[in-house]
């Protein structure tokens, strides 16, 4: 069982940065890939990006290429989302997510979910 818990999410003008952190609870958590989704109001909820299980592979949506950052410090059991240039159209909570496989391109199977942090970008 893991229990993931995200922290980092406010209130933020178009332009800026926020970094969002998710900690884990068990011993297993450096042997599951790692991702970030979100979902924005009215909409489906959607993949972000995804790290393997020692940081050596990422992955991101095409709409966070080169904004937004994923790490992880399997030491300290947390993930890390870094984003930059922060659009109105990246408002949505965002969720940690944990796939049992140590290397998931688009976590397609996500074994447990966080309970998400809202990100609000104004213009």
């Known amino acids: 069982q893991v229990q993931l818990v995200e922290s980092g999410g406010g209130l933020v003008q178009a332009g800026g940065s926020l970094r969002l952190s998710c900690a884990a609870s068990?011993?297993?958590?450096?042997?599951?890939?790692m991702g970030w989704f979100r979902q924005a109001p009215g909409k489906e909820r959607e993949f972000v990006t995804a790290?393997?299980?020692?940081?050596?592979?990422?992955s991101y949506a095409d709409s966070v290429k080169g904004r937004f950052t994923i790490s992880r410090d399997n030491a300290k059991n947390t993930v890390y989302l870094q984003m930059n240039s922060l659009k109105p159209e990246d408002t949505a909570v965002y969720y940690c997510?944990?796939?049992?496989?140590?290397?998931?391109?688009?976590?397609?199977?996500?074994?447990?979910w966080g309970k998400g942090t809202l990100v609000t970008v104004s213009s």
């Open positions: 997510a944990a796939d049992r496989t140590r290397w998931s391109t688009a976590m397609d199977d996500v074994d447990y």
């Open positions: 790290i393997s299980w020692g940081g050596g592979r990422t």
């Open positions: 068990g011993r297993a958590f450096s042997n599951y890939a």
